[in-house]
C-alpha cells in the first residue's frame, strides 16, 4: 500500500527520460517529497499554448482570452496593411501568415515527436478509462486524486482539440474572406475618387430611349411633360394637333423625335411655335431621318421661322408630303421659299395655302416652279398673287413638267394671267388638274382658258367656280373641248355659274359626243319657285266666256250625229278646230276631267256639270317639283 500524509495529497511521478516509443506511467505516493506534484510536468505537450491551459480551468480561460486578444491584435495588423494598399502578392501572403499565426497551432515540432506526445496520451487515455475510480479501494486519497485530475486534463485535451479543430475552420474562411475583400480594395484603389467621370463615361451609363430624352429636357426646361406624347411617340402616325406646345413645349418633343425611327408621319399643326419653335424643328429635322410627311399648319412661323426651316428642307432626303398652310408667310419669305422649291429633290406635296404671299411673291416663286424637278401637287391657294405675280406663276407652270395637281384658287389671275395661261397649258404635258376658282376672271379671261383646252390632252380636271365668267364663258369652254377629240377631261366644275337655256341646249350635244364628262352649273342644289299651272277647264271656260259661245253650240260642234254625246277623239279633234291653244298634257287632262267614269263618251250633260260647277279656287294647280332635270347638274 502507498504511503499516505495527513495532508491528503497524493503525488504522481513520471520518469521525464522516457523514451517516446513506449512509456509506463508510474504511480506511487509522494508523501516524502517536498515539491508540491504536478501532472503538467510529466507530460509531454505540443507546445506552451497547450501546456498552460491543462494545469488549470483558470489557466485554460486565461489563454482563450489571450488568443482572442491575439486574434483582434491580428485582425487590427490586417486591417492596417490593407489601408496600405498593397500591390505585391508576396506582400499579401506574407500578411495573412502573419495575420493569423498563433502559437497554439505551431507546427514546428517535429513528426517523431507528434508521434510520441500521441503514444503516451493513449497509453493515460487507456489506463483511464480502464479504472473506476469510483471503486477503488487499493489506492490512496492521492492517487485518486492524481487520477481525477488525469481525467480531467484529458477531458481538457479533447476539448482543445475540437476548438482547435472549429478555430482552423473559421480561420480559412476569415483568411479568404480578408483576402478577396483585400483585393477587392487593391483594385479600388487603383481609381481615383477625385476623379469625375468623363463625358464618355456618363453617355454609356445614361438612357438613350426617346421617353427618358423628353422627361430630361422637360425637367431642364421646366416644362410640364405632354402626356398624349409619352403614350403615342412611338406610334407610326403622331397627331399632336392643337395641343399648344408653343416653342418652350416644342424643345424637348423635338430632341426627343430626334433618334425616334418609328415616327413616319408627323402632325404639329396649330400649336403657335413661332420662329423658335421652327429653330427646334429644324435642329430635329437635321438628325431624324424617317419622317416622311410634315404637317407645320397654323404656327406663325412668319419670315423668320422659315429661315430656320431652309437649309434642312432643301437639302432633306426623307420628307415627300410637307403642309405649311397658315404661317403668315409674306413677300420677305418668298425668297427662302423659292430656294426651297427650285433645290429639293425629294417633296412631292408643298401646300402654302392661306398666307401673304403677294405680287413680289408670285414674280420670286413663278421662276423657281418651273426649276422644280420633284413637287407633283402644289397648293398656293389663299394668297395675294395677281397681276404680273400671276404672271410668273403661269409661265413657270409651263415650264414644269413635273407638276400633276395645281391649286391657285382664290388669288387674282384676271385676263393676264389666264392670258398666259392660254400658252402654259398648250406646252404643258403634265398637269392633270387645275383650279382656278375665284380669280375673278371674266368671260374674256375664260375664252383664253378655253382655246388653250382645244390643244391639251392632259387635263382631267378643271375648276372655274365663283367666276365672274357667267353662261357665255362656259359656253364657250364646252364648245372648245368639243374640238378636242383627244381630250382626257373627266369633269368641269361651274359651281355659282348660273347658266342660261343656250348653254343647255349645247350642253345636250356636247353630251352626246362626250357621255363620260361630268359639269356642274350655279344650279346644282338650288330649289326653284315651282311653275304654276292653269287648270285647262278654266282656259274653256274663259275662251268660251271671251268669244261669246253658248256652251249647246260649242258641244253641237263635236256631236255630228245630234246624239249629245261625243267620243274622247271627236271631242280632242273639236278643241283643236276651235283653236283653243292647249297643249297635248293639256287636252289629256281637259278629256280625264269631263269623263270621270272612264267610259269613253263624254256627254252634254256630264260637261255641263263640270264646267259650270268648276270653282275658281281650283283653277290652278302647282308644277312638278323641282328636279335635277330642270337645273343643276346638266
Known amino acids: 500500500m502507498p504511503k499516505t500524509e495527513s495532508t491528503g495529497k497524493t503525488i504522481l511521478k513520471t520518469d521525464g527520460k522516457a523514451k517516446s516509443s513506449s512509456s509506463d506511467i508510474k504511480i506511487r505516493s509522494s508523501s516524502t517529497s517536498k515539491e508540491p506534484f504536478r501532472f503538467s510536468k510529466h507530460v509531454q505537450t505540443r507546445s506552451m499554448s497547450v501546456a498552460k491551459p491543462l494545469a488549470t480551468r483558470d489557466?485554460?480561460?486565461?489563454?482563450?482570452?489571450?488568443?482572442?486578444?491575439?486574434?483582434?491584435?491580428?485582425?487590427?495588423?490586417?486591417?492596417?496593411?490593407?489601408?496600405?494598399?498593397?500591390?505585391?502578392?508576396?506582400?499579401?501572403?506574407?500578411?495573412?501568415?502573419?495575420?493569423?499565426?498563433?502559437?497554439?497551432?505551431?507546427?514546428?515540432?517535429?513528426?517523431?515527436?507528434?508521434?510520441?506526445?500521441?503514444?503516451?496520451?493513449?497509453?493515460?487515455?487507456?489506463?483511464?478509462?480502464?479504472?473506476?475510480?469510483?471503486?477503488?479501494?487499493?489506492?490512496?486519497?492521492?492517487?485518486?486524486?492524481?487520477?481525477?485530475?488525469a481525467k480531467n486534463y484529458l477531458h481538457k485535451k479533447d476539448h482543445l482539440e475540437e476548438s482547435e479543430r472549429i478555430l482552423k475552420t473559421d480561420l480559412k474562411y476569415n483568411t479568404t474572406l480578408i483576402s478577396s475583400s483585400f483585393e477587392i480594395k487593391m483594385s479600388n484603389s487603383r481609381i481615383d475618387p477625385k476623379k469625375t467621370p468623363t463625358k464618355n463615361e456618363e453617355e454609356k451609363s445614361k438612357d438613350f430611349s426617346c421617353k427618358a430624352i423628353y422627361l430630361d429636357n422637360c425637367r431642364k426646361q421646366k416644362t410640364i411633360p405632354a402626356s398624349y406624347f409619352l403614350r403615342h411617340m412611338n406610334d407610326p402616325v403622331l397627331s399632336m394637333k392643337h395641343h399648344g406646345l408653343g416653342a418652350p413645349g416644342m424643345r424637348p418633343v423635338s430632341a426627343a423625335l430626334m433618334n425616334n425611327s418609328i415616327v413616319a408621319k408627323l402632325d404639329l399643326s396649330d400649336n403657335w411655335l413661332g420662329p423658335e419653335g421652327a429653330q427646334y424643328i429644324s435642329k430635329m429635322l437635321k438628325e431624324n431621318c424617317f419622317i416622311t410627311e410634315l404637317n407645320l399648319s397654323d404656327n406663325n412661323f412668319s419670315s423668320n421661322g422659315c429661315e430656320s426651316l431652309r437649309d434642312v428642307l432643301k437639302t432633306n432626303n426623307s420628307i415627300t408630303h410637307l403642309t405649311m398652310r397658315g404661317n403668315k408667310?409674306?413677300?420677305?419669305?418668298?425668297?427662302?421659299?423659292?430656294?426651297?422649291?427650285?433645290?429639293?429633290?425629294?417633296?412631292?406635296?408643298?401646300?402654302?395655302?392661306?398666307?401673304?404671299?403677294?405680287?413680289?411673291?408670285?414674280?420670286?416663286?413663278?421662276?423657281?416652279?418651273?426649276?422644280?424637278?420633284s413637287i407633283k401637287t402644289l397648293n398656293l391657294s389663299w394668297n395675294n398673287i395677281r397681276r404680273k405675280g400671276a404672271v410668273a406663276i403661269a409661265k413657270g407652270l409651263g415650264a414644269n413638267s413635273v407638276i400633276k395637281s395645281f391649286d391657285i384658287g382664290w388669288n387674282g389671275f384676271s385676263q393676264d394671267g389666264c392670258k398666259t395661261l392660254l400658252k402654259s397649258l398648250k406646252e404643258n404635258e403634265t398637269l392633270e388638274e387645275l383650279d382656278l376658282t375665284n380669280n375673278r376672271i371674266a368671260t374674256e379671261g375664260a375664252v383664253y382658258i378655253a382655246k388653250s383646252l382645244i390643244a391639251n390632252q392632259t387635263m382631267r380636271i378643271l375648276k372655274m367656280g365663283l367666276n365672274p365668267m357667267e353662261s357665255a364663258g362656259c359656253f364657250s369652254i364646252i364648245k372648245a373641248l368639243q374640238k378636242n377629240q383627244n381630250t382626257k377631261m373627266e369633269f368641269i366644275d361651274f359651281s355659282e355659274i348660273i347658266v342660261d337655256k343656250y348653254f343647255k341646249d349645247e350642253f345636250k350635244n356636247f353630251q352626246a359626243n362626250f357621255p363620260h364628262i361630268q359639269v356642274k352649273t350655279g344650279c346644282d342644289g338650288i330649289k326653284l319657285k315651282p311653275k304654276i299651272k292653269i287648270n285647262p277647264i278654266f282656259k274653256l271656260r274663259n275662251f268660251i266666256e271671251k268669244h261669246q259661245i253658248k256652251l249647246i253650240d260649242f258641244f253641237n260642234k263635236f256631236d255630228k250625229d245630234g246624239s249629245m254625246s261625243v267620243s274622247r277623239e271627236e271631242f280632242k279633234i273639236g278643241i283643236l278646230e276651235l283653236g283653243v291653244r292647249f297643249s297635248q298634257e293639256e287636252i289629256d287632262q281637259l278629256i280625264d276631267e269631263l269623263d270621270p267614269d272612264g267610259?269613253?263618251?263624254?256627254?252634254?250633260?256630264?260637261?255641263?256639270?263640270?264646267?259650270?260647277?268648276?270653282?275658281?279656287t281650283h283653277y290652278r294647280k302647282p308644277a312638278d317639283k323641282f328636279t335635277s332635270e330642270s337645273a343643276g347638274e346638266i
Not at 486591417?79 to 495573412?96: I, P
Not at 427662302?336 to 392661306?354: G, M, P, R
Not at 250633260?605 to 270653282?615: A, L, V, Y
Request: aromatic share 12%.
Open 59 to 149: 489557466s485554460y480561460e486565461n489563454e482563450m482570452l489571450e488568443s482572442n486578444s491575439i486574434d483582434r491584435h491580428n485582425d487590427f495588423e490586417a486591417q492596417e496593411a490593407e489601408s496600405k494598399f498593397l500591390n505585391d502578392d508576396e506582400e499579401l501572403k506574407m500578411l495573412q501568415n502573419e495575420s493569423f499565426q498563433d502559437d497554439f497551432y505551431d507546427n514546428s515540432e517535429n513528426e517523431d515527436f507528434n508521434q510520441a506526445e500521441n503514444g503516451q496520451v493513449k497509453n493515460l487515455k487507456n489506463f483511464v478509462d480502464d479504472t473506476n475510480l469510483d471503486n477503488i479501494s487499493f489506492c490512496s486519497d492521492d492517487t485518486v486524486d492524481l487520477l481525477q485530475e
Open 329 to 373: 408667310f409674306n413677300d420677305g419669305s418668298a425668297p427662302f421659299w423659292a430656294e426651297i422649291i427650285s433645290n429639293t429633290i425629294k417633296i412631292e406635296f408643298l401646300d402654302l395655302s392661306h398666307n401673304n404671299f403677294g405680287e413680289e411673291s408670285g414674280k420670286i416663286l413663278g421662276p423657281a416652279i418651273a426649276e422644280n424637278i
Open 599 to 616: 267610259d269613253g263618251e263624254i256627254n252634254y250633260r256630264k260637261c255641263w256639270d263640270i264646267i259650270s260647277d268648276f270653282d275658281e
